[in-house]
């Protein structure tokens, strides 16, 4: 059975900082991985996705991800930070037969 | 890109009544819609897969006869939560996926919040 493993439920960051998001998962076939964002009262917007290939994979909105299959992770990133960052952000996995199980969610604060 | 629409956003409802709650893939044909739920400050749960022309699959710990799922087009799918209780208030979002022989993503919809009083 696949799980996903988000380290921190709330991360505070300082505007114009760096930011990392954790994810870990445990799968015991090829996965595919994904990161979503929710802003309040919304729904689901797909940030980036890991399929195959090379394992640093872009995003949108300046966010970016390595997938290290050793260590089963599949960590956010961003350089620098803005307010319009702050939302809660879902990692999630997903195998073959297309379900896609998430993780409990990071809630990133953006401090002024 | 590819737009999923559900209806509607927010509905309100006493409890005993039912609840039809719509997901509609605007540009694209969904072969497959899934259904979740997600309680205040916690991560989505899915509910149930649903395949245009038959019945859905729905995972454990899921009533079918309570959440009722019909896919009788490729373009929507409806959720009806039946003789809805204060417990089912929760926000109910949609994904639509076009199908196909390789990996297919699944596009959200912006999610629709039952209140049951």
């Not at chain 1, 445990?26 to 996705?49: A, D, I, M, T």
């Not at chain 2, 400050?41 to 729905?58: C, F, P, W």
């Not at chain 2, 919809?109 to 209140?115: E, F």
Request: aromatic residues 12%; proline residues 4%.
């Amino acid at each position: 059975a696949q799980s996903v493993t988000q380290l921190d439920s709330q991360v505070p960051v300082f505007e114009e900082a760096p930011v990392e998001l954790r994810c870990n998962y445990s799968s015991s076939v090829s996965v595919y991985l994904f990161w979503y964002v929710q802003y309040p009262n919304q729904g689901l917007q797909l940030l980036l996705k890991y399929l195959s290939g090379s394992t640093l994979v872009k995003g949108i909105n300046g966010f970016e991800a390595e997938f290290n299959k050793s260590q089963t992770s599949f960590h956010l990133r961003k350089p620098s930070v803005h307010i319009s960052d702050t939302a809660e952000y879902f990692c999630a996995v997903s195998d073959l037969d297309d379900k896609i199980i998430f993780g409990k969610g990071t809630r990133l604060h953006i401090l002024p | 890109g590819a737009v999923v629409s559900q209806h509607p956003s927010r509905v309100i409802c006493k409890s005993g009544t039912s609840v039809k709650i719509e997901c509609r893939s605007l540009d694209f044909q969904a072969t497959t819609m899934f259904w979740y739920r997600q309680f205040p400050k916690q991560s989505l749960m899915l509910m149930a897969t649903s395949n245009e022309g038959s019945k859905a699959t729905y995972e454990q710990g899921v009533e079918k006869d309570k959440f009722l799922i019909n896919h009788a087009s490729l373009t929507l799918s409806t959720l009806t939560v039946t003789s809805a209780h204060p417990e089912d208030s929760s926000f109910y979002i949609c994904s639509a996926q076009s199908g196909g022989v390789s990996y297919n993503e699944q596009f959200f919809g912006p999610g629709t919040r039952l209140t049951v009083l």
